[in-house]
């Protein structure tokens, strides 16, 4: 059983930046990949970063590109989400997750979620 704890969401303004956390409890995190989702009102949970067991391959969707940094420290159990140049768009409740071994862009794969943060982003 792994739990994951969200912190670092907030209310910014556009071009202002952020970082997530995500502190996990399990005994054996270097053996899950890490990823970032989230999810608007009215919308459905979407793929943001997701990061390699150790860290060293990461994968982003399009709209947080060039934007967006995912990085995890496996000695502090953490997997971290730093966000730059923010949007309007961007906001949504972040979601940490999850699963063994190998990355996915599915939600559906990841067995283990954190209880959210809010992310809001006023114009």
């Known amino acids: 059983q792994v739990q994951l704890v969200e912190s670092g969401g907030g209310l910014v303004q556009a071009g202002d930046s952020l970082r997530l956390s995500c502190a996990a409890s399990?005994?054996?995190?270097?053996?899950?990949?890490m990823a970032w989702f989230r999810q608007a009102p009215g919308k459905e949970r979407e793929f943001v970063a997701s990061?390699?067991?150790?860290?060293?391959?990461?994968d982003y969707a399009d709209s947080v590109k060039g934007r967006f940094t995912i990085s995890r420290d496996n000695a502090k159990n953490t997997v971290y989400l730093q966000m730059i140049s923010l949007k309007p768009e961007d906001t949504a409740v972040y979601y940490c997750?999850?699963?063994?071994?190998?990355?996915?862009?599915?939600?559906?794969?990841?067995?283990?979620w954190g209880q959210g943060t809010q992310v809001t982003v006023s114009s």
């Open positions: 399990a005994r054996t995190f270097s053996s899950y990949a």
């Open positions: 990061v390699s067991v150790k860290g060293g391959t990461t």
């Open positions: 997750a999850a699963k063994t071994y190998t990355r996915s862009r599915y939600y559906r794969e990841y067995e283990y």
